[in-house]
């Protein structure tokens, strides 16, 4: 029960970096807590499972840089592995005359993020690859891949275990301190913490906190006394899927020109490892944190959201992106309207509803979205100790062993392991 380091949070995130972290250190003690009976429950066991070949992201931003390191890191480890994926690529489509223009300097930033492969495709080119598909110009992303990222976890998991690393579930961190006495005679020196899981007070002992709490890394920033911002609002997305008997329209990834103010909305065509194929997903305020279904609430998050301003100002300057997004959600032949812009083809008959993820995104007091990775910590006996890992958005899972790679260096800049 006595660790140099502890992990807090067994998403995809949290398991490399402590598999990072045991790696370079094997002479250290480290623990992975988790809240939940089993690994990868939340974000990392709910997301499209898409490789991302790093298109989007800001030139010399970190999510440029990790995302294409970390697609790179990712297919080798999967071949490593044997973990299967499929490099089944990406066309990105626009359908309108006015997104061309968006969809050409989009291509000129994949370029600059050095992303393998890119070309702009026509018409005809678009059906060669997609038969189903209908579009005025796109981007064709061969390197994009799909995955089960749950599995890559899990292997994260085996690889921390297999290095003595220690996983303890169902244990919920509900509060830090400074410990009042050793935890051993014999280390009268060892300036710990404890954890406490409630409700049965179980504890242990840790030199220093890495926290990958996702939809919770606010809540833990409090408990330990350091910022509470940026806060953490709840996004559901809601997926339809294709019938099996209709899963022939698609190939690979289909997605829209995104919306520069809202990159993460549109429409998708996903296929998954299962052979399913996903489509959507929507976007729209969740009322439980952990709210896969539109009837899951819990007053505390709720309140703790509705309350906040930066979601009142969000939603003020975007109302009618909002309002359209609950509409949607809603009614399916809306849902299915989008698609059709892609494939004509689709109907109401040919989808049915499908599962839902919920999106941990990060919201500062001025209504803006954060669209970069946050890592930060505090000061005092408690806030030295700790690193927050307080957003790491999509790509995170593509990224997930870079990220690890780069928190591993700032673990040991700041706690001179």
Not at 134 to 158: C, F
């Amino acid at each position: 029960s006595t660790f140099d380091v502890a992990v807090v949070g067994a998403g995809i995130v949290g398991l490399a970096s402590a598999r990072e972290l045991v790696r370079r250190h094997p002479s250290l003690a480290f623990a992975v807590v988790e809240k939940e009976k089993e690994l990868a429950h939340h974000q990392s066991g709910h997301n499209s499972g898409v490789i991302h070949s790093g298109i989007y992201y800001t030139p010399g931003s970190l999510k440029a840089k990790l995302c294409v390191q970390g697609a790179a890191l990712c297919y080798e480890y999967c071949d490593q592995k044997g973990i299967p994926y499929r490099q089944c690529g990406k066309l990105i489509v626009a359908v309108e005359h006015d997104e061309i223009p968006r969809l050409k300097a989009l291509y000129e930033r994949g370029l600059q993020n050095n992303v393998r492969g890119l070309k702009l495709i026509g018409p005809k080119e678009i059906q060669e690859k997609e038969p189903f598909c209908r579009g005025l110009m796109a981007l064709d992303s061969p390197y994009t891949g799909i995955v089960d990222y749950k599995q890559v976890a899990q292997s994260y998991a085996e690889d921390f275990q297999e290095a003595h690393g220690t996983i303890l579930t169902d244990f919920e961190v509900t509060n830090m301190e400074m410990a009042k006495e050793s935890p051993s005679e014999s280390d009268d020196e060892f300036s710990v913490f404890c954890l406490v899981l409630f409700p049965q007070g179980e504890e242990i002992y840790c030199r220093h906190i890495v926290t990958c709490a996702g939809l919770y890394s606010d809540r833990l920033s409090e408990i330990s006394g350091c910022s509470p911002e940026p806060r953490i609002v709840p996004f559901r997305g809601d997926y339809l899927v294709l019938k099996p008997e209709k899963s022939y329209m698609v190939k690979g990834n289909i997605y829209p020109v995104p919306n520069p103010r809202f990159p993460f909305l549109g429409f998708h065509f996903t296929p998954r490892m299962d052979g399913s194929i996903w489509l959507g997903p929507n976007a729209v305020l969740a009322f439980k944190r952990e709210g896969y279904k539109w009837f899951h609430f819990s007053a505390g998050d709720f309140l703790d959201a509705a309350m906040y301003s930066g979601l009142w100002k969000l939603v003020l300057k975007n109302l009618s992106y909002g309002l359209s997004e609950i509409y949607r959600a809603c009614f399916l032949s809306a849902q299915v309207k989008e698609l059709q812009k892609f494939i004509p083809e689709v109907t109401v008959n040919d989808v049915v509803r499908g599962p839902s993820g919920v999106r941990a995104q990060a919201l500062d007091s001025d209504g803006n979205l954060v669209d970069d990775f946050v890592f930060d910590g505090g000061s005092g006996d408690i806030g030295s100790r700790i690193l927050h890992i307080r957003n790491a958005p999509s790509p995170a899972a593509t990224s997930s062993l870079a990220i690890a790679k780069m928190i591993a260096d700032e673990v040991q800049r700041r706690f001179e392991l």
